[in-house]
């Protein structure tokens, strides 16, 4: 078995980057909406260390890339309270997808670089195009209506019953494992990544 450190390193390093990106954009519109949860906690910040799940931005990225296989990766998640967000249910929902949505623009940026530098520093635009379609990646990823993802946020702001969400919240982690690893789901999610990083490329000129 051939074991891709090259690429484990690259992916760990730039989903740690647009993690600590996507989980400032949850603390930051949640203090916006008047929840001073994350601030309180210390999660209003850009520093990485302030957002990093061990399991979820480290380990099971750097497994998974080693091996070849789908992406699985998070941050670690922001706290609300939705008592105090302006908005309540709505205003979690709002949160929520801020953290994709900050991965969205975040893609364009990369997008840009990667261009810019394609001439000058290929090694860096290479990257920068990885990075692309990382952050699709998670920005489609995060969308899954499964605990720790941001997509169960939304069962929430929809008023799915709470039991059910305890019950996904139970299994989730084993859940999200067997969807990527043993269905079509990962290699959807990858090809609408690799579209849209196609498309953003092209955008800019690539």
Not at 34 to 55: K, S, Y
Not at 82 to 98: C, D, F, S, T
Not at 100 to 110: C, D, G, Y
Not at 144 to 151: E, K, N, R, S, V
Request: net charge neutral.
């Amino acid at each position: 078995m051939n074991l891709d450190y090259e690429a484990a390193i690259l992916n760990v390093a730039l989903l740690w980057l647009l993690t600590t990106f996507h989980e400032f954009a949850h603390a930051w519109t949640a203090t916006r909406l008047g929840d001073d949860t994350p601030g309180r906690e210390g999660r209003v910040t850009l520093h990485p260390l302030a957002h990093v799940d061990w399991l979820g931005t480290v380990l099971l990225p750097a497994a998974f890339s080693l091996l070849g296989g789908g992406m699985v990766g998070w941050g670690k998640p922001v706290n609300t309270n939705p008592k105090k967000l302006r908005y309540g249910l709505n205003g979690l929902a709002l949160v929520a997808l801020a953290g994709p949505f900050s991965n969205v623009i975040f893609a364009f940026v990369l997008g840009a670089a990667a261009v810019l530098a394609s001439g000058i520093l290929p090694d860096l635009a290479e990257a920068a195009a990885r990075g692309v379609y990382l952050s699709l990646y998670l920005a489609i990823f995060n969308m899954m209506p499964t605990p720790p993802l941001d997509g169960s946020k939304l069962l929430i702001a929809a008023r799915v019953p709470y039991f059910i969400y305890e019950e996904l919240a139970r299994f989730g982690f084993v859940l999200l494992i067997v969807l990527i690893s043993s269905t079509q789901l990962g290699r959807w999610m990858s090809a609408c990544s690799y579209e849209g990083t196609r498309w953003i490329l092209q955008l800019f000129g690539e």
